[in-house]
Every structure is written in structure tokens, then in C-alpha cells.
């Protein structure tokens, strides 16, 4: 496996229902690259609260970062990297980007749902949940049902605060961004996938993956990372 030449570090942000743990894949294939890498925990509690954990491990790294989201975390990446001049470049994966006075709702909601995609109900406290059939036909399609019930089993649930809040400033339109379009996505649209990318004028990887590619194309999704490091 080639190496990276690179000092840069990499901070990898998790999706909604999952945890630091879902980039496993992907943080093994870095590592062997050579790679320091950080998988971020944040509560998904609300967007402000993610934000401020992100910005704490920001705050940790030395020299060089590289920031990359998956899903939601492509929004709070968005946010938490605006003025971090250490902050290099932004990978999206499957991502969720707003713009300056747009939610992530916003953006979510841009095209109607997929038919397969979960009917999402908040609990008494404001939490949405998936099921284990969820993650199976939508969330993560092409992964094995081993690690579809695990996500199940392991899964952080997601606030509706982190739905609501507007973006302030987006990092995007002061850093260079890298986006990988996952044609098979049942969550986030493909189509809203592509005019977010369009938008910031990304590098775009665009690949016949679910929702999930972290699961189900480690391989490739590390390859975009690796290729926003080398160019940091």
C-alpha cells in the first residue's frame, strides 16, 4: 500500500445513529497509509453541541488537519473548521452541506425522500431511532447483516435540535473541498448530493455505494481522503 507523504492529521466526524467506530474501516485503511488519524465522538444532543465538541478536538491536533464528515457530520464539520486556519481541506462523504442561513433540515428535506428511505418519528425527549430493518434496507444496504445489527445495537440515536439550527458561516467558501457522491444513497438524496458538490466546487469522487460507503468501500473513501491529505 502506497504511503502518504503528508504531516497532515485527519479528523473523521460520524453520521447520525453511529459513533466514532463507524469509520473503523476507513481509519484502519489510513493508518496503514501512514496516517495519524482521529475518529471525533460528538453527542448529537443538538448542532450547537457538536460543533463545540468538534471544535475541542480541533483544538487537540498539531500542525495541518484534515477534516472529513460523513452524513450529518458533514454539517458540523462545515461549521466547527470556519476560521480554523489549521484546517486544510474538507472531505464530504454522503454528506449533508448547508449554506450560510440553511439547516440542516433544509437540506435534507431539498427533494422528496426516497420510498425506501425510514418514516422518522421523534421519541418523548426529541430523539429519532432507526431500526435494524432501517439500517438493513436503507442506512447501510450493502453492508453484511452482522454490521447492520451491530449498528443497530450500538447506535446514538439523533437529536431534532440538531435539525433546526441554521449554518453560520460555512467553511467551504474559504477551504478546498472533496466529495464523494454515493449514487446508491437512500438517506440522503443523490441528487441534493450533487448540487451540494456543485455548489462548492468540490473534487467529486461519484461511485455506485449506499449511504454507508464506510461500511461497504472503505477502500475508496479512504483513497479521497488520502488524496485532500497529500494536497494539504
Known sequence: MTSAKTDASVVLVHAAWTDGSSWNKV???LQRK???VVAAQIPLTSFTDDVAVLKKVLLRQKGPIVLAGHSYGGAVITAAA???ANVKALVYIAAIVPDEGETVG??????PPHPSAPK???DADGFLWLTVDAFRSAFAPDASGSET????ATQKPIALKCLGEPMTNPAWREKPTWFLIAEKDLMVSPETQ???A?????KVVSLPVDHTPLASKPDAVAELITAAATSA
Open 198 to 202: 456543485a455548489r462548492m466546487k468540490s
Open 106 to 111: 433544509d437540506v435534507f428535506r431539498r427533494v
Open 34 to 36: 501512514g496516517l495519524k
Open 194 to 196: 450533487r448540487f451540494t
Open 149 to 152: 445489527a451491530l449498528m443497530e
Open 82 to 84: 470556519a476560521g480554523n
Open 120 to 122: 422518522l418519528q421523534p
Open 27 to 29: 481509519t484502519g485503511e
